[in-house]
Structure formats: structure tokens, C-alpha cells
């Protein structure tokens, strides 16, 4: 009798035979990868901003009148209203429906347009590692330490009123009425 092993003594193409080519992807791994590639196509394109001419055209312009943060100060003070900062951040869910709800609102922009001097205070520590010098002046004069915050304040730059988070329609109302009637 022969007491070698067949597969001990079988030619080594014929081992690899019996096995099966070390080039073929198991099936699980094949759907894992095509998953992982289409999860990334659809990202990437739902991701990106609108490239069509029509589509940057067909936005409506915002509500609010935002004046620039170098012009905010001396805005209020020639025009005898108060300065309203909007502290915001992309990042910020909240701040995206103080947009969304808020500032969309014809009566709370109407209000805001009317009775202030609205500039925005737009953060960019988290997109670009620094903000501005004169956004980081105006968050260490108001204290401001998280997003959003609405600050009034006076032509001499004084705090008037403060609302931190976006409390809903009613709470931005309330606090913009509130604010004007506190203003000198």
C-alpha cells in the first residue's frame, strides 16, 4: 500500500486547482465593496451645491437686510436703531433653522429690517482653524460661546438684549419686540 498523501504528492498547479483562484472576490466582499462605491457617488453628487445657472438664479433674495460687520456700528448710529448681530456657524443645525423659520418669516425680517441694523457674525473656527479679527472682537465683547445668538446692541455698543439657541417663530418675535422697546 501507498501511504503518501495525494495532495502531498500532487503537482502544485493541481493543489491550487482543487482550491480555487486566489483571485476571485468572495460574494459578501463584492457587494460590500459595490455598497461602499455607490454610498459614495450618491454623497459626492447630493453634496455638492447647484451648478446650473438656472438653479443659482432661481433663489429667492433673503428676507433681512444684512449690512456688512465693518459698517454695522456706524449703520445703527446714522440711522438712530440698534445694531442686531446674528452670531452663526454653517456647522449649526439651529442657526440653519433660525434661517429656515426665522429670518424666512416676511413679518420677523420685516420686523428686523425695520427696527435694526442686521449684520451677520458668521464663524469660521471649525472650517477654516480662525475667524476674522473683528469676529472674534465682537464674540469676546458679547461673550457669545455657543450658536446662535442674537445680540442688540446700542450705537455706543452697548448690550441691550441677548437670545442664545433658536427657541421658535414666537421666542424670535418676542424678542425682537422686547429688544426694540428696550433700545434708547
Not at 10 to 21: F, L
Not at 95 to 114: K, M, P, V
Not at 168 to 177: I, R, S, T, V, Y
Request: one cysteine or more; aromatic letters at 8%; hydrophobic letters at 45%.
Amino acid at each position: 500500500m501507498d501511504m503518501t498523501d495525494p495532495a502531498v504528492s500532487a503537482p502544485a498547479e493541481a493543489r491550487i486547482a482543487a482550491r480555487g483562484s486566489q483571485s476571485k472576490l468572495s460574494p459578501a466582499l463584492f457587494f460590500v465593496l459595490l455598497a461602499a462605491l455607490l454610498f459614495r457617488i450618491v454623497t459626492a453628487v447630493t453634496g455638492r451645491p447647484p451648478t446650473d445657472a438656472a438653479d443659482k438664479t432661481s433663489a429667492p433674495p433673503p428676507l433681512v437686510r444684512w449690512v456688512s460687520l465693518e459698517k454695522a456700528s456706524s449703520s445703527a448710529a446714522a440711522a438712530g436703531k440698534p445694531a442686531l448681530y446674528d452670531f452663526t456657524a454653517a456647522w449649526c443645525p439651529p442657526c440653519h433653522r433660525l434661517d429656515d423659520e426665522g429670518w424666512s418669516d416676511e413679518a420677523l425680517a420685516e420686523i428686523a429690517n425695520r427696527g435694526f441694523v442686521p449684520a451677520r457674525v458668521m464663524d469660521r473656527e471649525r472650517e477654516e482653524g480662525k475667524n476674522t479679527p473683528l469676529v472674534v472682537e465682537l464674540q469676546r465683547k458679547y461673550n457669545v460661546e455657543s450658536f446662535p445668538t442674537l445680540i442688540v446692541a446700542g450705537a455706543d455698543g452697548k448690550e441691550i438684549a441677548r437670545m442664545v439657541g433658536w427657541g421658535g417663530k414666537d421666542a424670535l418675535e418676542e424678542f425682537l419686540k422686547e429688544s426694540k422697546a428696550k433700545a434708547p
